[in-house]
């Protein structure tokens, strides 16, 4: 199975693993390959400096290769399908992150239940 992780699951797979079921560690571990989006760090980025979320995004960027996990970059083909997509969900690094699953294709991993009607490539927990 080939994943891209969520934003937070790739920030709580770094910085605080127990908030994920060992069956979502599991997942990861077992995968064929796993992706992390330019997205996640964007979104981090606005995030840390909003006080929403800590950590620094610079390290998080270097930590995507450093666990094995590949960065996905944002293409045009991505961005053209979130303006496709309904709005299930109004939060737009949620939608780039279901637009690049379903273009990849990849299966999203997220504990954001509003991802699901998406796609069957999301797999949440």
């Known amino acids: ?7 937070h699951v790739f920030y709580w ?12 560690l ?15 760090i964007w979104e981090a980025a606005i995030k840390v400096r909003l006080g929403k979320m800590r950590g620094d995004p610079l ?9 094995g996990f590949t960065e996905l970059p944002i293409w045009s083909r991505h961005a053209k399908l ?5 709005m299930h969900h109004s ?23 509003k991802l699901k009607p998406y796609s069957d490539l999301v797999i949440c927990f």
């Open 13 to 24: 797979s770094l910085y605080d693993p127990d908030r994920l079921p060992q069956n979502v």
């Open 26 to 40: 599991e997942t990861i571990m077992s995968a064929e390959a796993v992706f992390v989006s330019a997205a996640s």
């Open 59 to 67: 390290a998080l960027a270097g930590h995507i290769s450093e666990s």
């Open 1 to 7: 199975m080939r994943l891209l992780l969520d934003t």
């Open 82 to 86: 979130v303006a496709t997509l309904p």
């Open 91 to 113: 939060d737009p690094f949620d939608r780039l992150l279901v637009a690049q699953a379903m273009t990849e294709p990849l299966h999203l991993l997220t504990a954001d239940a």
